[in-house]
C-alpha cells in the first residue's frame, strides 16, 4: 500500500521531477567546495562526465512523464469534448491511481448518467409517457426537470384525450341526428349509442307526451342495455320520482348512491344495483321536451357529463323538429284531402248550369284562402326548420369560440410553454452576438432577395395596394438574423416554412428552436390553427412563430405591425394586470399572411406572479366555415339548394365564406358583377377565394341581428330574390358579430306551389 495518498500522487510526482535537479546541483556544489584546487582539477573529466550522466538520465526520465501525462491529459479531453458536442462514443481510458485517474472515472460516470437521461428522453420523445426513472439524487436537477416534463405530457396527453373524445362523440351523433329515420327508431340509435360511447350499463329516453286533452306526462320511447333492446311500456307523470323532479327543476342529476328500488341491471348473471345514475333533462332553450336517463357501475366523468348535456340540446331540437314536421305533413294531407273534396264538389255542381258560377266563385274564393293558409303553415314550419339551424349552427359556433378561449388560457399556464418562451426570450437577446457586420450585410442581401422575388410576388397576387420592399423589410436586428436563417435560407418552400426544426447555426436560439418547436407544430396541426405566437411582454418582441412569416421576430409595440388588429391585442395583453386576461380580435387584412384576413386572440403566460410572456393564436377560418356549411354538406343540413348560413360583423360584411363562391365560383363573381360590385373587390374575392370582408350582407333582419335581436322575415337581398330568414345575435366575447341562416322562398313554398299548379 503507497504511503503517498492517492489524491496527491500526481502533485508528489511533479514535485519530485521539479526538486531533483536541484538536489543534483546542490550535490555537485557541495562536492567542488570540499575538494582543494589540485584533486578538483585533476578529477575535473571525472565530474563532467559524472554530470552529464546525471542530466542526460533526468531528460530520459522528464520526457517519458510528459509523454505519459499528455497521452492521459489528450484522452480525458477527447471524452469531455465529445460530451460537450452530445456524443456518447468514447471513454477516457487513464490508468493509474492519482488525480488524472479519478477524473476519468468521474467522466465516465457522467457519460453513463448522460445516456440514461438521453434514453429516458427519447422515451417520452416517442410517446412512452410510463418509462420510469430515478434521479441520481435529490440535486439532480435535470433528472427531476425530466421527470416534470413526462408529468407535464401525461396530464396534456389525458386532456388532448377528453377534448378528442368529446370531438368525436360530437361527430358520432352529426350523423346519427342528420338520419331520416322514424322518430322511434331515431330514439333508438340515440340511447344505443349514449350508452355504447359512455360504457354504461343501462340508458332510456323520456320524451314529453302532450296530447290534446292537456294530459302531460313523459313517455319512454327507447331503453337500452347490455347491447340488447328493451321493449318496455313506462309513463311518468311529470313531478314523479327522480325523473319528474329532474323535469321540473330542469337540472341535471347525478347521483353516485342509488335507491335499492330505483333501477336493476340485469344480465345472463343476474341482477345488481347500479352505482351511477345520471338524468339530464333535454332542454331547447329553457323548455324541456325530454329525459335521458343512464345507469351505470362505473363512475361518469365531468367531461362525460357535460358532453351528455350537450348533445341533449341537439337532441331536444332534432325532436321538435321531428314533430313540425309531422304537424306539418298531417296538415298538408289534410288540405290535400280538402282540396280532393272541393274538386269533387265542383264535378256535381257542373251538372247544374245555372248554380255553376256562384259555385266557381265559392270555389276559387276557398281555394285562395286555403292556399293562403297551406302558404304560411308551409313559411311556419320552414321558419321553424331555419330557427332550428340557426340555433344549432349559433351554439356550435359560441362554443367553438369557448374551446378556443379556454385552450389558449389553458396552454399558457402549461410549464413546457412557460420554459419555452424565458428560453426564447433569453436566446433571441443573445441572437446577435458573434455576428460579424460582413456576415449580417450578407444576411440582409439574402433577406431583401427574397423579399423582392417571393413576398412581394404573392402578395401582388392579392392586391393592388403594394409598397416597396423598403417598407416591409424589418429594421430590428434580430429580426434580419432569424429571418434569413428560418424564411430566406430555409429550404422548405413558402408555406411550409414551419418544418424546419433546427437552422443548423450552431446558435443557443436554434438548439431551444429544435426542442420545442416540433410539439408546438404539433399542437398547431393538431387543433387547426393558422398560427401560434410567444411575445416578449416588454418589447412586444415575437420571440417564436410556428408558421414563420415576415412578422417574424418584429415588434408588435414599436415595428411595422404595431397597428394591425395583431398589434393592438398584444398591447393589450401587455398592459393588462388581469392574470386571466384573454382578448379576441375582429378579422382584419393582414399584410405578412399576403393580405387575407386575419383574427388574432392573445392571454398573458405568467411564472408565478411575473408575467413572462404573451401567448396569440391565430384565428383558423377553415374551422369555422366548416361548423357553418356542416363541412359543405348544406343539404344535409336541411339547407336545400339555396340555404345557408352566414357570420357577418357591424361593418355589414361577411366573417364567413358564402356558399355559391365555393360551389360555382364564376356564378357568383357574375352575380356580383351584375348589381355593380367594384371590380377590385371582385378581383380580390377571385385572387384570395375568399368573401371575407369583402361582400355586404345590407338587410333588415341583419340590423335586427346585430341590435340583439333574434327573429324571423321574409324580405328581398340584393339579387332582389325574395328570401326566407332567422337571424339572432352571436354572444362571442370582444366581437360584435350576428349570424343568419337563409333560404330562397321559392324552393320553400316548391311543394305549395306544385299543389296549386295541380289544383
Given at each position: ?13 511533479l514535485?519530485?521531477l ?17 575538494r582543494n584546487?589540485e ?5 575535473k573529466?571525472v565530474?563532467?562526465?559524472?554530470a ?13 512523464f ?10 480525458i479531453h477527447?471524452?469531455i ?6 456524443k456518447?462514443?468514447?471513454?477516457a481510458?487513464?490508468?493509474?491511481r492519482?488525480?488524472l ?14 445516456v ?41 396527453k389525458?386532456e ?10 360530437l ?10 329515420k ?21 340508458g332510456?329516453i ?5 296530447s ?12 337500452y342495455?347490455?347491447?340488447r333492446?328493451?321493449?318496455l ?18 337540472q341535471t ?7 335499492d ?12 344495483n ?15 321536451v ?8 362505473k363512475?361518469f366523468?365531468?367531461h362525460?357529463i357535460?358532453?351528455?348535456e ?5 337532441i331536444?331540437?332534432?325532436?321538435l ?29 257542373r ?18 284562402a ?5 302558404t304560411?303553415l308551409?313559411?311556419q314550419?320552414k321558419?321553424d326548420?331555419?330557427?332550428s339551424i ?11 369560440f369557448?374551446?378556443i378561449?379556454?385552450?389558449?388560457r389553458?396552454?399558457s399556464e402549461?410549464k ?6 424565458k428560453?426564447?426570450?433569453?436566446t ?12 449580417l450585410q450578407?444576411?440582409?442581401a439574402?433577406?431583401?432577395r427574397y ?10 397576387e ?7 420592399v423598403?417598407h ?28 424546419l ?6 446558435s443557443e436560439?436554434?438548439?431551444i ?13 393538431k387543433?387547426?390553427y393558422y398560427?401560434i ?6 418589447t ?5 412563430s ?10 408588435l ?21 388581469d ?8 378579422f ?26 404573451i401567448?396569440?393564436?391565430?384565428m383558423?377560418i377553415?374551422?369555422i ?5 356542416g363541412?359543405?354538406?348544406w ?12 357570420l ?9 365564406v358564402a ?43 341583419v340590423?335586427?341581428?346585430l341590435?340583439?335581436e333574434?327573429?324571423?322575415t321574409i ?12 337571424f ?11 349570424i ?8 320553400a ?11
Open positions: 500500500m503507497s504511503i503517498i495518498p492517492k489524491k496527491r500522487q500526481f502533485q508528489w510526482k514535485l519530485s521539479s526538486l531533483t535537479p536541484v538536489l543534483l546541483v546542490i550535490i555537485l556544489l557541495v562536492y567542488v567546495t570540499t584546487t584533486k578538483l582539477a585533476a578529477e573529466l565530474v563532467t562526465g559524472i552529464v550522466l546525471l542530466l542526460v538520465g533526468y531528460c530520459m526520465l522528464l520526457a517519458s510528459i509523454k505519459k501525462t499528455r497521452a492521459r491529459i489528450f484522452g477527447e471524452t469534448a465529445d460530451l460537450a458536442s452530445g456518447f462514443r468514447t471513454n481510458t487513464v490508468t493509474g492519482d488525480e485517474a479519478d477524473i476519468a472515472s468521474s467522466l465516465g460516470t457522467l457519460k453513463s448518467d448522460l440514461h437521461k438521453t434514453n429516458f428522453a427519447e422515451e417520452i420523445r416517442n410517446g412512452n409517457l410510463e418509462v420510469s426513472y430515478q434521479p441520481e439524487s435529490d440535486d439532480d436537477q435535470l433528472g427531476h426537470a425530466l421527470l416534470k416534463l413526462k408529468d407535464n405530457l401525461r396530464v396534456v389525458e388532448d384525450q377528453k377534448r378528442n373524445w368529446t370531438t368525436d362523440g361527430a358520432r351523433f352529426v350523423e346519427v341526428l342528420r338520419s331520416n322514424k322518430i322511434d327508431a331515431l330514439v333508438h340509435d340515440i340511447t344505443k349509442n349514449l350508452v355504447n360511447l359512455l360504457q354504461a350499463n343501462q332510456a323520456f320524451v314529453l307526451n302532450d290534446e286533452t292537456g294530459d302531460q306526462y313523459l313517455e319512454m320511447m327507447a331503453c342495455a347490455f347491447n333492446t328493451k321493449y311500456t313506462k309513463k311518468v307523470s311529470l313531478g314523479e320520482g327522480l325523473i319528474g323532479q329532474t323535469f321540473l327543476e330542469r342529476i347525478y347521483l353516485k348512491e342509488v335507491p328500488d330505483f333501477v336493476r341491471i340485469t344480465s345472463g348473471l343476474g341482477e345488481a347500479p352505482r351511477n345514475l345520471l338524468i339530464v333533462p333535454l332542454k331547447v332553450n329553457e323548455d324541456v325530454g329525459i335521458v336517463e343512464l345507469a351505470s357501475f363512475t366523468q365531468p362525460e357535460a358532453f351528455v350537450k348533445i341533449g340540446e341537439n331536444a331540437h332534432t325532436i323538429s321531428f314533430r313540425t314536421n309531422e304537424h306539418t305533413q298531417r296538415l298538408l294531407d289534410e288540405s290535400h284531402q280538402q282540396a280532393e273534396n272541393l274538386r269533387a264538389q265542383e264535378e256535381e255542381l251538372q247544374n248550369q245555372e248554380e255553376l258560377q256562384a259555385t266557381q266563385e265559392e270555389i276559387s274564393r276557398k281555394y285562395n286555403l292556399f293562403q293558409q297551406l304560411e308551409n313559411h314550419s321558419f326548420q331555419l330557427k340557426n340555433s344549432t349552427k349559433k351554439r356550435n359556433v359560441e362554443y367553438y369557448d374551446i378561449r379556454n385552450q389558449i389553458t396552454f402549461n413546457m410553454i412557460i420554459d419555452a418562451v428560453s426564447f426570450r433569453k433571441f437577446a443573445a441572437i446577435q452576438q458573434g455576428v460579424t457586420d460582413e456576415e450578407a444576411m440582409k439574402n433577406l431583401q423579399y423582392a422575388d417571393e413576398f412581394i410576388p404573392r402578395l401582388k392579392n392586391t393592388d395596394q403594394l409598397e416597396r423598403e416591409y423589410f424589418p429594421k430590428e436586428v434580430q429580426a434580419d438574423i432569424l429571418q434569413y436563417h428560418y424564411i430566406s435560407n430555409n429550404p422548405h418552400p413558402t408555406g411550409q416554412k414551419s418544418l426544426d433546427d437552422a443548423g447555426d450552431g436560439y436554434s438548439k428552436h429544435a426542442y420545442y418547436h416540433p410539439v408546438m407544430r404539433s399542437y398547431l396541426e387543433f387547426g398560427d405566437f410567444l411575445i416578449d411582454p416588454v412586444g418582441d415575437m420571440v417564436y410556428v408558421f414563420k412569416e415576415i412578422d417574424f421576430a418584429t415588434s409595440v414599436t415595428g411595422l405591425y404595431n397597428q394591425t388588429n395583431f398589434g393592438r391585442v398584444v398591447k393589450e395583453a401587455i398592459q393588462s394586470t392574470k386571466d386576461f384573454v382578448k379576441l380580435e375582429d382584419e387584412p393582414y399584410d405578412p399572411s399576403y393580405r387575407t384576413p386575419a383574427s388574432f386572440i392573445a392571454c398573458p403566460i405568467y411564472d408565478g406572479d411575473e408575467k413572462v410572456g401567448l396569440v393564436f391565430q383558423p377553415n374551422k366555415n366548416q361548423i357553418l356549411t363541412d359543405n354538406n343539404r344535409d343540413d336541411g339547407l336545400g339548394e339555396s340555404g345557408e348560413t352566414l357577418i360583423g357591424s361593418d355589414y360584411k361577411l366573417r364567413s356558399r355559391q363562391l365555393l360551389e360555382d365560383k364564376r356564378k357568383y363573381l357574375n352575380g356580383l358583377k351584375r348589381i355593380g360590385y367594384n371590380e377590385n373587390i371582385i378581383r380580390q374575392i377571385d385572387k384570395m377565394n375568399t368573401s371575407i370582408l369583402l361582400e355586404s350582407i345590407k338587410l333588415k333582419s340590423e335586427s341581428g341590435h340583439g333574434t327573429g324571423t324580405e328581398k337581398n340584393k339579387h332582389n330574390v325574395e328570401m326566407l330568414n332567422a339572432a345575435p352571436l354572444n362571442i366575447p370582444d366581437v360584435h358579430w350576428m343568419l341562416s337563409t333560404m330562397e322562398e321559392e324552393e313554398s316548391t311543394r305549395i306551389n306544385d299543389l296549386r299548379k295541380g289544383a
